[in-house]
């Protein structure tokens, strides 16, 4: 299917949120894929992680806002550390979070865990997954 | 401007290609050239490489004719091995103090037989070959420089260090050997000065992701161009070297340190899109069975035949180009494991290869910048020297009569950089003319007075 | 025992205190052998387990803040054991002290003056900067001589690195030369600083398994009996993912994953049996048995 783009399609509220709440400015990214190249969990993502900005800078957003990438990102910073324009994905990665849990509520249930996981995964893990995946 | 006639007279410090023919376009004229270069002999950077892109060239071949004329020129006077000290006075009239290094043979009296360093028992790694070959301590930088004269490296020598040895001494045929030579420096008035300085690569040390330098079979686009030459330190065979093993699959990585103002320098090194497809090229020659890959984030080809250049290297030598940028190089046995992505097929890609290539930027020639700072020139952010005006004066630098061309302005190949030198003597060639027309001029005048 | 005492306030954060207890009682052990008084903070909350990552986030700031107010009261440096309250310590301390406007709201907000005048120091570095690994290795008294271990670092101490490393962080050593000191083999390997997937496990199996696996048979490919961290969340990881890698990769060998200060105790000739050893998952004690008795 043919992207249909415009002015209007570019500049859409929901990118200029991204921006505003991740504090990044997308269009500092040129597509090298320095950041998938290394990315350790982009090999379970249906989308790169350049391709997520990709999808943004063209004002695709429900293409990421649909794409399990986000919830895959695991905060690791290997791409920011790396990322020759100094683009930090996961604060991108958690801003496409935050407006998919406002809109659509929590990604996963944390009251379905077992109560083995719940004895036996670290706190750190579990207020983390808390405050990433619940709204 | 000052009283005294001003003085036709050109003084250009950096004797790679750039300088090589400002010298031969301002001698060729008809006016003298002091060519002052740090290294013992001329040629800079185009002395190491192997064949020129687009024509492949052989590098050595189109260089040597130039610079054994300028080696001979009756109206260049060649002072190598030395370092421009202070610059005083004004355009017409520079005095330069330039401090010269002992190289502690007398060069008057050597032949260039080659005997000192044939003999010298002291081995050491080579920066001419980047670190892939060695030389003695006693040494010239390859067998066909100009001057051909050696240098003897206090560092290195076992004399110096406190040995005993002095075996060149002793095998000198005509006593050139002068353990006790100094330093001095000497003085040259010019009219005229250009800069041409030339470029380094960025170091390695500085890509930790891709090993900081460390890894054996991960090299630089230079040290490539050494094991390309017939004359490097492997008489041209693609090896290894960790161990000398012929390598079957090769990863080129384009902009390694470029375009990344973050870790990096921001700007694009230019050449290196087609430097590395000259690599991958003359690798497929070399090894026709194996198998060269190129990351790369743009590929930039706008010279003239550049882009048929980059097709053949395609179609002709099967190089795949992949679209992205690797995140990490590390070794994983005797093979170099490559983490890239290729963007156009959305795939993370790992290659397991026997050598890398960094296709690392430009920089600044060494000194380029405290040079500037000493001729009150501009440079930028990056030590690149600054045009007086980037459209319309691009040779000119803001002091009058500072020219400068080649590398030392910013990342650039040859065929530009010669035609930009050219440029650069033009300037000074109209300057020298424009004084000659004053001086006719004023005589004339004298004449009408009596 | 040793008589010179580095006095260095302390903060263990949740993870030590409940799932990562064998990491604390080892620690401390070994601090006490080391000279070291770890003073923990006499209250303290959760540092919050994430750095908050959204640009206009101030209310996730105030509960490491809180705890950096605590422990400046205490002294001008704080050691931190758990990588994640270090990274999420050390960034917040920073964020006070460089973002004038964070500065102003967080005090605000959690009703305080402070300036972010407070070293946040991980306990790793302490030990290389303050006690030294030389010292370490003179009052080692059971070197790990023989044992094969693989240094894993994680992503916490690494990244981002203006902001929290201390050491190389594309090729740490830190941990790698500690091992040294203990008399153990620290070999080489690439996945030093690749991460573990952190809380991922919770929403992919495959990706836990996956990201642990390459980082386990990394280090088994290169001859690692062991694995020593200094992240509780990677210990974790690393450790219990096994028996789910063991389930996608006929033939995986399990490997012992272990606190970097449980072998600083054991080389130091402590009492190992409240290092909490039923927590692991596989369980490190058979390997430890090449070490010879003290
Ligand atoms: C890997 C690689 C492959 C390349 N392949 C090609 C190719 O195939 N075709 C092509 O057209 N171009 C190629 N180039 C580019 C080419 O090398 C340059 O365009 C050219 O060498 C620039 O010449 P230059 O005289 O400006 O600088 P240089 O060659 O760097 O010469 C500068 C000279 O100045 C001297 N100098 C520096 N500082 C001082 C100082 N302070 N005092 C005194 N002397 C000083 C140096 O010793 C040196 O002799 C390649 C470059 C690289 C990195
Ligand atoms: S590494 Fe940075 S510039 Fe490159 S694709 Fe990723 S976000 Fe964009
Ligand atoms: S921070 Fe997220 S996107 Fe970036 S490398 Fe780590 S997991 Fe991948």
Not at chain 1, 89 to 98: G, P, V
Not at chain 3, 92 to 103: F, G, M, S
Not at chain 3, 163 to 174: G, L, T
Request: with cysteine; hydrophobic share 40%.
């Amino acid at each position: 299917m043919r992207a249909r783009m415009s002015a209007e399609t570019l500049t859409s509220e929901l990118t200029r949120r991204i921006e505003e709440i991740s504090g990044e400015n997308l269009l500092k990214c040129y597509q090298c894929g320095m950041c998938a190249a290394g990315c350790p969990a982009a090999f379970a993502m249906d989308m790169l992680p350049s391709q997520a900005i990709r999808f943004l800078q063209l004002g695709l957003v429900e293409e990421v806002l649909n794409s399990d990438t986000p919830w895959l990102c695991a905060a690791c910073q290997t791409c920011y550390a790396r990322c020759p324009k100094g683009l930090d994905l996961s604060r991108i990665m958690e801003a496409i979070r935050e407006i998919v849990l406002q809109e659509r509520g929590d990604y996963i249930d944390l009251g379905d865990l077992s109560p083995r996981d719940l004895a036996e995964i670290p706190q750190q893990a579990f207020i983390a997954c808390f405050r990433k995946y619940t709204a | 401007m000052q009283d005294k006639e001003p003085i036709t007279r050109a003084l250009i410090i950096g004797a790679g290609i750039a300088g090589m023919q400002a010298a031969l376009d301002i001698a060729n004229s008809g006016y003298e050239v002091v060519l002052v270069d740090k290294l013992p002999s001329i040629g800079g950077r185009m002395a190491q490489l192997s064949e020129t892109f687009p024509t492949l060239d052989c590098a050595q071949c189109i260089l040597t004719p130039r610079t054994v004329e300028v080696g001979h020129h009756d109206r260049i006077k060649l002072v190598t091995y030395s370092e421009v000290e202070e610059v005083a006075g004004q355009v017409g009239d520079f005095r330069v103090r330039i401090r010269r290094h002992p190289a502690y043979v007398n060069w008057d009296a050597c032949t260039g037989c080659g005997l000192c360093q044939e003999k010298c028992p002291k081995r050491v790694v080579s920066d001419f070959e980047r670190g892939l070959g060695r030389r003695k301590a006693i040494y010239t930088l390859s067998p066909q420089a100009v001057p051909n004269r050696p240098v003897l490296d206090r560092e290195s020598c076992l004399h110096f260090q406190g040995d005993r040895c002095r075996v060149c001494e002793k095998v000198c045929p005509v006593g050139a050997i002068d353990l006790e030579q100094e330093g001095n420096t000497i003085e040259e008035r010019a009219g005229c000065i250009v800069m041409a300085t030339g470029y380094d690569l960025y170091s390695m040390d500085r890509l930790g992701e891709y090993g900081h330098g460390d890894l054996a079979n991960v090299i630089d686009g230079l040290a490539f161009e050494r094991m390309l030459s017939a004359s490097g330190p492997t008489a041209g065979k693609i090896l290894r070297p960790s161990d000398g093993a012929e390598p079957k699959e090769v990863v080129f990585v384009q902009c390694a340190g470029s375009r990344d103002p973050e870790l990096g320098v921001p700007y694009c090194s230019k050449i290196c899109c087609m430097s590395t497809a000259k690599h991958a090229m003359l690798y497929k020659h070399r090894v026709p069975d194996g198998q060269a890959y190129v990351f790369y984030i743009d590929v930039r080809s706008a010279g003239k035949h550049y882009e048929e250049f980059v097709v053949r290297t395609v179609e002709e030598n099967r190089t795949i180009y992949l679209r992205g940028k690797v995140s990490r190089v590390f070794e994983e046995g005797d093979k170099v494991a490559v983490w890239g992505v290729d963007t156009l097929s959305d795939r993370q890609v790992e290659i397991s290869a026997d050598l890398v290539v960094l296709a690392t930027p430009m920089i600044p020639g060494g000194g380029t910048v405290q040079l500037a700072k000493m001729l009150g020139l501009h440079a930028d952010e990056a030590g690149f020297l600054s045009e007086f005006d980037a459209s319309m004066q691009p040779v000119e630098t803001l002091r009058a009569g500072v020219f400068m061309a080649g590398a030392c302005v910013g990342p650039k190949d040859i065929p530009e950089t010669v035609a930009q030198a050219s440029g650069a003597a033009a300037k000074v060639l109209s300057t020298f003319a424009r004084w000659g027309k004053v001086a006719e001029g004023e005589a004339a005048a004298r004449a009408e007075d009596l | 025992m040793e008589t010179s005492q580095l006095r260095i306030p302390y903060f263990p954060g949740c993870t030590l205190n409940t799932t990562a207890k064998g990491f604390d009682t080892s620690l401390r052990a070994s601090a006490q052998a080391l000279g070291v008084e770890l003073v923990e903070l006499p209250e303290w909350n959760c540092c919050g387990a994430t750095f908050p990552l959204l640009a206009d986030n101030i209310l996730d700031l105030a509960g490491p803040a809180s705890v950096l107010v605590a422990a400046r009261e205490m002294g001008e440096r704080l050691a931190v054991a758990c990588t994640t309250c270090y990274n999420v310590l050390r960034r917040t301390n920073l964020a006070i002290q460089t973002d004038e406007d964070k500065r102003q709201k967080l005090n605000l907000f959690i009703e305080a003056q402070y300036e972010g005048d407070l070293q946040v120091l991980d306990f790793l570095q302490v030990l290389r900067d303050e006690v030294g690994f030389e010292k370490v290795a003179r009052t080692v008294k059971r070197p790990l001589t023989g044992l094969k271990a693989a240094a894993y670092y994680g992503c916490m101490v690494l990244r981002p690195a203006s902001e929290v490393a201390y050491d190389d962080p594309e090729n740490p050593r830190a941990l790698d030369d500690l091992l040294m000191a203990l008399g153990a083999e620290p070999i080489e390997y690439a996945h030093k600083g690749e991460c573990c997937g952190s809380y991922l496990a919770v929403v992919s199996a495959q990706a836990a398994a996956e990201m642990t696996y390459s980082i386990l048979s990394s280090a088994q490919k290169n001859g690692a009996q062991l694995i020593a961290t200094n992240c509780p969340l990677c210990q974790f990881n690393l450790d219990s993912q096994q028996a789910e890698i063991g389930r996608r990769h006929t033939g995986y060998q399990t490997i012992p994953v272990l606190y970097f200060s449980q072998l600083l105790g054991i080389a130091l000739g402590l009492d190992a049996d409240d290092f909490d050893w039923e927590k692991h998952s596989v369980d490190p004690r058979p390997v430890l048995e090449l070490v010879e008795p003290r």
